[in-house]
């Protein structure tokens, strides 16, 4: 088991949007050069206008609305003070019609501000120029007709929920609804309702006060518990959850987000399919595996996350997962290729990995969207079957 230190943070389970380790070996609160390119990475040209999200490929104009939920049942585990487990979630979905609604934006000014100055890179990423970043939902829009897959995101361990909104907005145009959930105290920053911020207690907790990250992924877990009982309850907290189908819930993470998946597939069985992306998993699954469900595990193609690699978790749980299953590892890619991350690193110049900012999108919607299609509507996705032309990046990992 890979030790949680901040070196692993930033190498393993740190926020999605984390410097690149070749730039971050002194932790990701101290600031590093970012207009000289690592060894293995290549500077990219700062796009000039106002950046923006990749276009989603999906059919569906995309509606987004944000949900405070709190939880009262239980009390937090980093500040057991606070009024109960505070989430905040942002719904992607289908929307009826293109142009219906405002343009939603990316992130608060506060929330982008705090996770860039934490990773040191607030000179190269404004964070008002983060925030700022245009995204495809429009929000509040009427949500199209018919009943849609629900697929819940949890971030990377400092990260917030904006940080997969990449994969969100193109789950969302291929007809999902896509839950994504900010849980309180682990992210750099959350802005709450009544104009608080919640900040990164739980960094503190795991990275000096000893605490195991099994807690976080065990959290989570019941967070998503309480969001598929407001989302699909008999008292719903969403006025349109009359779209979502309840009997297709998908869920998928990066990083520490992903280790969580698998917790809590383990713990709800209403959660039919999960995906773990570059996540070390925390938590053995139980003696019954994830009774008979299907899990992919989505990695980078290299020390890490290869066969026999650095983090032993991977080789552990493959074993337990007894449904159908994958081991997918994409070669070029980094830790923070599966997040949004890659399209940070193009729009502001900043050093990225050998697999292109458009590939690293490409191949984590395709191969994402592709076991959610097969696993929760039954559509056949030969993409997963092993490689392709089309993906030469892509290794499968078959024990």
């Given amino acids: 088991m890979i030790r949680f230190t901040r070196a692993a943070a930033v190498a393993v389970l740190a926020c999605s949007l984390a410097l690149p380790a070749a730039l971050a070996t002194a932790g990701p609160s101290v600031a590093a ?9 290549a500077p990219v040209a700062r796009d000039t206008a106002r950046p923006a999200l990749p276009a989603p490929t999906g059919p569906y104009a995309i509606g987004r609305t944000v949900l405070p939920l709190v939880d009262r049942s239980r009390t937090d585990p980093w500040v057991p ?13 289908p929307a009826a019609r293109a142009g219906d609604g405002r343009p939603a934006p990316y992130a608060t000014g506060e929330e982008a501000r705090l996770l860039t100055e934490a990773l040191g890179i607030g000179s190269a990423v404004p964070g008002e120029a983060l925030a700022g970043m245009r995204t495809h939902g429009r929000t509040d829009a009427r949500p199209a007709p018919g009943r849609h897959p629900l697929v819940l995101l949890s971030p990377g361990f400092g990260g917030s929920r904006w940080t997969l909104s990449h ?5 969302a145009s291929r007809g999902y609804v896509v839950a994504s959930v900010d849980h309180a105290y682990e992210s750099y920053g959350i802005s709450v309702p009544g104009g608080r911020t919640l900040t990164c207690v739980a960094c503190t907790a795991l990275d000096e006060g000893g605490v195991h990250a099994s807690v976080v992924t065990s959290t989570r877990a ?21 779209v979502i189908d309840a009997r297709r819930v998908g869920m998928a993470g990066h990083s520490i987000g992903g280790a969580s998946a698998a917790t809590a597939m383990a713990a709800d069985a209403r959660i039919d399919a999960g995906v ?16 008979g469900r299907p899990f992919m595990m989505l990695g980078t193609h290299d020390g890490m996350h290869l066969p026999g690699g650095q983090d032993t978790s991977w080789d552990r749980v493959w074993p337990t997962l007894d449904g159908w299953k994958r081991w997918v590892t994409v070669a070029g890619a980094e830790h923070f290729t599966f997040s949004d991350y890659p399209v940070i690193q193009s729009r502001f110049g900043l050093p990225g990995p050998a697999l292109s900012a458009d590939r690293a999108v490409a191949v984590t919607r395709t191969y994402v969207a592709a ?5 929760l509507r039954g559509l056949a996705r030969p993409v997963l079957d092993g490689p392709t032309p089309e993906n030469p990046e892509v290794h499968f990992q078959h024990r």
């Fill in 222 to 242: 019941a967070d998503m518990r309480f969001v598929l009982d407001r989302l699909t309850g008999p008292r719903p907290a969403w006025r349109h959850a009359r």
């Fill in 33 to 41: 050069p970012v207009t000289v390119a690592a060894p293995g990475m």
């Fill in 276 to 291: 773990n992306m570059d996540g070390a998993f925390w938590e053995d699954l139980p003696a019954e595996g994830l009774r």
């Fill in 81 to 93: 003070t606070a009024d109960g487990r505070e989430l905040m979630v942002t719904l992607h979905y």
């Fill in 371 to 375: 076991f959610f299609d097969r696993h």
């Fill in 167 to 171: 994969l969100a907005e193109d789950l």
